[in-house]
């Protein structure tokens, strides 16, 4: 079964440096987002993308994060000068578009990253 | 904006029985959808059941079942036999239809089973 995948499971980094989050969406999904989880908390939206830019994001996603579909099979989270208050899991959901596989209308979310700041 | 609820924070329940964990939902809107993930203590999130607002029937998933009531806005799981594997987070989440639309999860229960 196709499934989406994350990597690294683990980033540990130090306060202001910048991390790369990567994601491999499920072959031919059209739509993809990134959500956070701070440890105990509930998961929380950060932004969604399509057509190569983004549709959505929340007020968390602020100038201090991006994203990018580099090529056809990537889709990259990059958060710089990275905070305290960024430690989470940071999760990758894909979702289909007409005729592709699975439902088109559920979300499907990796492994995720678990981030660490120091 | 939506709002997903989930009033319990933790439940408990002995292998084999029996378990129903509550959430309720608020929208203004009518096409919707609504999903109840678990996250066992590896933290991936795995979808469990999905319910279209627009069906009245209630979904089911093998041992996995939900008591939909779109007037009060209520969606609650309903397990059946119990494993210990089911041992998890579950969170409850709506979903706009349309063809972008974000989840908005609630706070989460977590289910321990008892052997």
């Known amino acids: 079964e196709p499934e989406v995948t994350q990597t690294p499971s683990h980033q540990v980094t130090q306060m202001g440096q910048e991390v790369i989050l990567r994601c491999v969406p499920i072959?031919?999904?059209?739509?993809f987002y990134w959500y956070r989880q701070i440890l105990g908390q509930k998961v929380e939206f950060l932004v969604s993308f399509y057509n190569n830019e983004i549709s959505e994001k929340s007020e968390i996603f602020d100038d201090q994060f991006s994203v990018e579909r580099p090529d056809g099979s990537n889709f990259t989270l990059k958060i710089r000068s990275t905070k305290l208050e960024d430690s989470a899991m940071y999760f990758c959901?894909?979702?289909?578009?007409?005729?592709?596989?699975?439902?088109?209308?559920?979300?499907?979310f990796g492994p995720g990253t678990r981030l660490t700041v120091l | 904006a939506q709002t997903v609820t989930q009033s319990q924070p933790e439940m408990s329940v002995q292998e084999a029985e029996t378990v129903t964990l509550s959430c309720t939902y608020d929208t203004s809107e009518n096409n919707y959808y609504l999903f109840w993930y678990k996250q066992p203590p590896s933290r991936q999130m795995i979808l469990v059941i999905r319910q279209e607002a627009y069906k009245q029937q209630n979904a089911t998933e093998n041992r996995f079942s939900v008591n939909f009531q779109k007037a009060a806005k209520s969606f609650s799981l309903k397990i059946s036999d119990s494993q210990l594997g089911d041992t998890a987070m579950y969170f409850c989440a709506f979903m706009l239809a349309g063809a972008n639309s974000k989840l908005t999860f609630g706070k989460g229960i977590t289910l321990s089973v008892r052997p």
């Open positions: 072959s031919n999904h059209l739509y």
């Open positions: 959901a894909s979702k289909g578009g007409q005729g592709v596989v699975l439902s088109t209308d559920t979300q499907y």
